[in-house]
């Protein structure tokens, strides 16, 4: 399941309860009288309710927060590596952690190529993982194309911990690089010429431009002298 999806499921559960988030003050002035809802006294009354109902809405939404790995923050992934029996370190980052507790609950049952899958998926977008059983071996090719923002050593680890123990494992780190370039060339020439009178001169010019890609622009002038007396 994304991390889209999974927010967007915490934020529907919590809707369904009706948990108020923002303006519970002018919420409960709604449900009294004018002459209580003018009263400097239950004014304050009710500002300082609803900013404590503002605060349980905060707290129980991030408590839904911490029902997946996929969407748990700091707090909520401590107690997720305590359940699957991980020790927790803080200086990794969060989605390295929440994608080695992924990893974690995705060694249950019999460890099969697709069990090595998963696993290498929680961390990577693509994985291929080619058998040479004869030789006692596996190769595993982790594809990305946005890059690896971390050191793979959890995963690793992982994998170490769900394969056979008498199977090596080879791996291959494949990152591809997705862009569009364009070229353009642009030629300009000018050339500005002053004929004099009663001068005759032949002019001749001749020129050769090879290019790929090219867009040429010629200008030229000329300006009559005045007639010398």
């Known amino acids: 399941m994304s991390n889209s999806s999974d927010s967007t499921l ?3 559960i919590i809707g369904e309860i009706g ?3 923002a303006e519970n003050s002018e ?9 209580i809802r003018n009263s400097s006294i239950f004014n304050e009354i ?3 309710h609803g900013q404590v109902l503002d605060k349980i809405g905060l707290d129980i939404s991030d408590l839904f927060l911490q029902v997946l790995p996929q969407t748990a923050t700091e707090w909520g992934l401590t107690l997720w590596e305590k359940r699957v029996g991980i020790t927790t370190n803080t200086s990794k980052s969060i989605e390295e952690r929440r994608a080695k507790i992924l990893a974690k609950l995705n060694t249950k049952g019999t460890t099969t190529v697709e069990v090595i899958r998963q696993i290498c998926k929680s961390f990577v977008s693509s994985v291929e993982i080619i058998q040479n059983n004869s030789d006692y071996y596996f190769e595993v090719n982790l594809l990305t194309t946005t890059g690896f923002p971390y050191a793979l050593d959890s995963l690793y680890d992982s994998v170490e911990i769900a394969k056979q123990a008498h199977l090596g494992v080879e791996y291959k780190l494949i990152a591809t690089t ?3 370039i364009y070229y353009g060339l642009l030629a300009m020439t000018g050339e500005c010429l002053t004929v004099y009178p009663r001068i005759d001169k032949k002019i001749e010019t001749s020129g050769k431009i090879e290019a790929g890609i090219s867009q040429n622009v010629g200008s030229g002038s000329i300006t009559q002298s005045k007639e010398v007396i």
């Open 19 to 21: 948990i108020l988030t």
């Open 178 to 180: 997705q862009s569009e």
């Open 10 to 12: 915490a934020s529907s």
């Open 46 to 48: 009710f500002n300082e």
């Open 27 to 35: 919420e409960l002035k709604s449900y009294v009288l004018d002459e």
